[in-house]
């Protein structure tokens, strides 16, 4: 059975750092098509904000306009942990905050609809 589970999420805040954690059980990450991290603020939808998903001679780095340039999504295969970074936090990233991942193509990288395994995602709060 597959279980994502996140963590490293917290109270921040504005202009603060963190890092985002995922480990995997019974899943290799490395063996994905895509992994990706979501988030989904309060009253708002999950939206997209970093994945990176194999290519056809390398893989290919997408990320959330909301937050391009100041994340970044990476994978340590001998931990089997996906990680995003983020930098100069403003109150308007608080949100839930999910990785994901999937082993085959099944739409873009920002639907939530493109990815079949979960985390139960871990809470950022962003104070100024």
């Known amino acids: 059975q597959v279980h994502l589970v996140e963590s490293g999420g917290g109270s921040v805040q504005t202009n603060g750092s963190l890092r985002l954690s995922c480990v995997a059980s019974?899943?290799?990450?490395?063996?994905?098509?895509?992994r990706a991290w979501f988030r989904q603020g309060p009253g708002k939808e999950r939206e997209g904000v970093a994945a990176?998903?194999?290519?056809?001679?390398?893989?290919?780095?997408w990320y959330g306009v909301s937050v391009k340039g100041r994340a970044t999504i990476s994978l340590d295969n001998d931990k089997n942990t996906l990680y995003l970074e983020m930098n100069s936090l403003k109150p308007e990233d608080t949100a839930m905050y999910y990785c994901?991942?999937?082993?085959?193509?099944?739409?873009?990288?920002?639907?939530?609809?493109?990815?079949?395994?979960w985390g139960q995602g871990t809470q950022v709060t962003v104070s100024s």
């Open positions: 990176f998903c194999r290519g056809y001679s390398h893989d290919n780095f």
């Open positions: 019974g899943y290799t990450f490395s063996s994905a098509y895509c």
């Open positions: 994901a991942a999937d082993n085959q193509y099944r739409g873009p990288w920002n639907s939530k609809g493109s990815y079949s395994y």
